[in-house]
């Protein structure tokens, strides 16, 4: 028999002793009056009462050090003979192990060593731990195991959890923003009849109770463009996105977004509201503009605008702004190693893949062909191109926002062209979507959408380098049995 098992054997054989002994060792409730946290800060001699899980025990007879950890931090218990009343002494001493969840009551003093402690007067088990805590679990070289036992992560690494207490300050101060500009917000579907809003593979399902074949939602923008036709101004949700596609650094299959849509403005009036942003953020959080993300120093208060025609040659000494034909795309992407699914249409977006990773400072990428922006208006003074823009820092693209589309006939062209698309093969071209047409007729006033990653903020507000890793439960591969 391995050592765990005999942990484990052991464990079990003192959860039937305690109910032996009419104790439950999974409690109904505890009164917690203070985090561990506050226990740390709280006056010598002051009595507390809380709860967490224990995370080592080191019992030397007489006395024995604990470290208690909740949600807000850590602090050490200690239990002595003669002190702490010969109940809680013996009981803790017989049942308690690392990584059960008790509550405990005591005395705030400090220790030899001058460590800020609980002295303690009364213990209470509330979830018995069968299995025993890892010794090592962040630094696993599976992955995937990491992830697909997050609750393991989050309890051994202090650091992940911060990360999505990051996580949730950032989204409230999104919300905060958005109501300082007088955005309302809406919910719009996740299924759908239609997959639009973007350039992405759906996921597809069936509704039984109609007999049809739906898709989760790739984005909320139709939708969100129907709301300002409906009359509202200013609207914006945020909420979750299913694309079919590719795990990496920086995609997830289900990832979240913040889309807001802002009438009578233009994509000039977005990038000011974005940047305004971007400075919020890191103000609320480090009260500075200037962060840092792997090992760059960004300075939030500084923003670049270059042509994506002019970055890819700037960074690609590359000039496509001629390029006619689907064979010619294929040549000069097949020569920077693009050897699939290229069009004359998508090639400055596969291109612009190549080198986002070296635009480090704060950058908008403006001005795609129109072909790449079937839902953008045309640049005024180049109809050849939209007016488009995508926010890159720390070599992440962080949005994608236009002067959105409002003429119905320019429209449903539009649509038209998608289709053409998805016959040669891409399979991120959208559908044709007749009730949004037949929206923007009965009349859109002029605006402007952004449509912003959230993981990909939380990655460069924690400095965080995969989207797994600010995602708390990310797509992992399933194991055999599940």
Avoid at 164 to 183: G, N, P, Q, T
Wanted: glycine share 8%; proline share 4%; charged share 35%.
């Amino acid at each position: 028999m391995g050592r765990e098992q005999q942990i484990i054997n052991e464990r079990k054989r003192k959860i039937e002793e305690l109910r032996e002994l009419g104790v439950n060792p999974y409690g109904y409730k505890f009164d917690k009056k203070q985090s561990c946290l506050e226990c740390s800060k709280f006056k010598l001699g002051g009595k507390v009462k809380t709860a967490g899980r224990l995370m080592t025990k080191r019992d030397l007879g007489k006395i024995s050090f604990s470290n208690l950890q909740d949600g807000s931090g850590k602090i050490q218990i200690v239990l002595q003979k003669d002190t702490t009343p010969e109940k809680s002494f013996n009981f803790f001493k017989k049942y308690i192990d690392t990584g059960d969840l008790i509550g405990i009551e005591g005395e705030i003093f400090k220790t030899k060593t001058k460590e800020i402690s609980i002295l303690v007067k009364n213990v209470e088990i509330l979830a018995k731990s069968i299995l025993p805590l890892p010794e090592k679990f962040h630094g696993l070289k599976d992955e995937e195991e990491r992830l697909r036992k997050r609750y393991l992560d989050m309890t051994m690494n202090s650091e992940v959890r911060e990360i999505f207490v990051k996580r949730a300050e950032i989204l409230e101060i999104l919300r905060e923003f958005m109501k300082k500009h007088e955005f309302v917000e809406v919910e719009t579907p996740l299924l759908q009849t239609i997959y639009g809003g973007a350039s992405a593979k759906p996921f597809r399902t069936h509704c039984d109770a109609y007999n049809s074949d739906l898709y989760l939602s790739i984005a909320p923008e139709l939708f969100l463009k129907k709301a300002l036709v409906g009359g509202f101004d200013r609207v914006y949700e945020i909420t979750k996105k299913f694309r079919n596609e590719g795990v990496d650094r920086q995609h997830n299959p289900e990832h979240m977004t913040i889309e807001w849509y802002q009438a009578y403005a233009d994509y000039n009036d977005g990038m000011d509201l974005f940047e305004e942003l971007m400075k919020m953020i890191s103000k609320k959080l480090f009260g500075k503009l200037e962060i840092e993300y792997q090992g760059h120093k960004i300075n939030l208060g500084k923003w670049e605008r270059i042509g994506i025609l002019d970055a890819i040659k700037k960074y690609l000494n590359e000039d496509i702004s001629n390029v006619k034909t689907d064979a010619e795309a294929r040549r000069i992407a097949k020569k920077h190693g693009i050897d699939k699914g290229i069009t004359r249409v998508n090639l400055p977006d596969e291109l612009m893949k190549l080198f986002r990773d070296k635009i480090i400072q704060p950058t908008f990428l403006i001005d795609y062909p129109i072909e790449l922006a079937p839902l953008a208006k045309p640049k005024r003074g180049d109809m050849t191109k939209a007016e488009i823009f995508q926010p890159i820092v720390g070599g992440m693209e962080l949005a994608r926002a236009y002067s959105e589309l409002n003429d119905p006939e320019l429209q449903l062209e539009h649509f038209e062209e998608q289709e053409q698309e998805r016959k040669k093969g891409n399979e991120e071209a959208m559908e044709t979507d007749k009730d949004f047409v037949t929206a923007l007729e009965h009349g859109m006033p002029p605006a402007c959408g952004v449509g912003i990653g959230i993981e990909r903020l939380i990655m460069l507000f924690t400095n965080s380098s995969s989207i797994r890793d600010v995602i708390m439960w990310p797509f992992v591969k399933v194991e055999k049995g599940e």
